[in-house]
């Protein structure tokens, strides 16, 4: 299957799973490229997706000097980002999905600060309970409130990642959760006006999208199995 016919089949997948949830917002695909070349990006390109991700700083590096031809691709850092690599992050990067603490954002409020730019994130939320993960706990309201009287800052939603299980019922359960913070979130704090639910990656992405999802983050559903580096 060609990718522009894979992701054909992935946004009908969608739409399905749309329908069983009852939604009906756009839902953005993001293309995991990391580990993958810059022709393949070039391809995503050329199929009409214009969402990336990438999770390692010198990889991104490489492969975005070649961008000036995709001006309007959206670049998201996806992975952990280490406090020394704000700097480079925004240089590189439209927008940061993962950010996992308060010490963080405020790293990335001050990098931002500098550059008279304000930088879209997500706050990355551990709804799995899961301690090999990063990101808030579901429970620190108050730290997660402390993010929106930064900066420099738009928190645009809340992103996780769905747990190592098999059961789907902790699958969609995670999921839920995250949906519902992001209401409480938003009920509690006066200056947060959250969208975005990033949340799906290749093997439960309709389950997310079932659960109310923005954005899907695809990488061996477009690509098959990466290449280990």
Partial sequence: MSLKDAIKSIRSKIESAQKR???SH??????ITKTHPFSLIQECYDAGTTSIGENRIQEASKKFE??????????????????????KCLELFDTVDSVDSV??????SNAALKRKRTVPVLLEINTSGELQKHGFSPNQIDEIAECFNLHS????????????AADKKKIRDSFIQLRTLKSRINQAVNQ?????????MSGDYEIAVEEGSTMVRLGTALFGVRNIF
């Avoid at 756009?26 to 293309?31: G, H, R, Y």
């Avoid at 010490?103 to 990335?108: E, Q, V």
């Avoid at 947060?192 to 799906?200: A, D, F, I, R, Y």
């Fill in 153 to 164: 800052i738009n928190i645009e939603g809340l992103m996780t990642v769905g747990p190592l």
């Fill in 103 to 108: 010490k963080l954002l405020k790293k990335i």
């Fill in 66 to 87: 070649s961008f000036d031809t995709m001006p309007d691709i959206s670049r998201r850092f996806i992975g952990h980002l280490q406090s020394n690599k704000v700097n």
């Fill in 21 to 23: 949830g009852g939604f």
């Fill in 26 to 31: 756009p839902v953005q695909l993001i293309a």
């Fill in 192 to 200: 947060s006006n959250m969208t975005e639910l990033s949340m799906g």
